[in-house]
T-cell receptor, first 117, second 112 residues
Framework: EPEVTQTPSHQVTQMGQEVILRCVPI?????FYWYRQILGQKVEFLVS????????KSEIFDDQFSVERPDGSNFTLKIRSTKLEDSAMYFC???????????????FGPGTRLTVT | DAKTTQPPSMDCAEGRAANLPCNHS???????VYWYRQIHSQGPQYIIH???NNETNEMASLIITEDRKSSTLILPHATLRDTAVYYC?????????????FGSGTQLTVLP
């Protein structure tokens, strides 16, 4: 069964450093997402991406964040200058562009645990 | 998107049916009910969705009341691996990359 994969599984970085989190969405999917979950808190939406553009973004997704689909398979989230409060689990998700009951269910990856020290 | 209300926690005996309720009294006509679950810090997992008819798949059944103001997710024979946080999410389908808004969900604990 196809699945979303994410690398690395755990990233430790120092405050102020840049990090890039990588995701490989399901191959025929067209919509891509990043969410994060701070320990013990809710899953929060960051950004969605379609047709090489950001479709929606939340207030969390400020100028320190960027997303890119550098090739036909990877989808990346970059944090330019990490802060302590960026420590969280980051989940990538993807969904199909074909209509099936007019619903686009999202499939999530296993997450990257980012620890900023 | 309409707000949902779920109990914070529930227990269920292994092998029994788990019935997880969700209230969405302000749901509008074009909003779907989705259920996802999250097993201990893993990525959320899609379970099932519905608009107004009851739905069943290999994982679960979804019962939506006639007025659509509430729904129940049924896991017919719960196992220990079904212990997870279950999220009920109501969302319009727009054809674009719409976000999912996760609440606090219901922590289901399946007991041996």
């Amino acid at each position: 069964e196809p699945e979303v994969t994410q690398t690395p599984s755990h990233q430790v970085t120092q405050m102020g450093q840049e990090v890039i989190l990588r995701c490989v969405p399901i191959s025929n999917h067209l919509y891509f997402y990043w969410y994060r979950q701070i320990l013990g808190q809710k899953v929060e939406f960051l950004v969605s991406f379609y047709n090489n553009e950001i479709s929606e973004k939340s207030e969390i997704f400020d100028d320190q964040f960027s997303v890119e689909r550098p090739d036909g398979s990877n989808f990346t989230l970059k944090i330019r200058s990490t802060k302590l409060e960026d420590s969280a689990m980051y989940f990538c998700a993807s969904s199909s562009g074909t209509m099936r009951g007019a619903v686009y269910e999202q499939y999530f990856g296993p997450g990257t645990r980012l620890t900023v020290t | 998107d309409a707000k949902t209300t779920q109990p914070p926690s529930m227990d269920c005996a292994e092998g029994r049916a788990a019935n997880l309720p969700c209230n969405h009294s302000t749901i509008s006509g074009n909003e779907y009910v989705y259920w996802y679950r999250q097993i201990h810090s893993q990525g959320p997992q899609y379970i099932i969705h519905g608009l107004k008819n009851n739905e069943t798949n290999e994982m679960a059944s979804l019962i939506i009341t006639e007025d659509r103001k509430s729904s129940t997710l049924i896991l017919p024979h719960a196992t220990l691996r079904d212990t997870a946080v279950y999220y009920c999410i109501v969302r319009v389908h727009t054809g674009s990359a719409r976000q999912l808004t996760f609440g606090s969900g219901t922590q289901l604990t399946v007991l041996p």
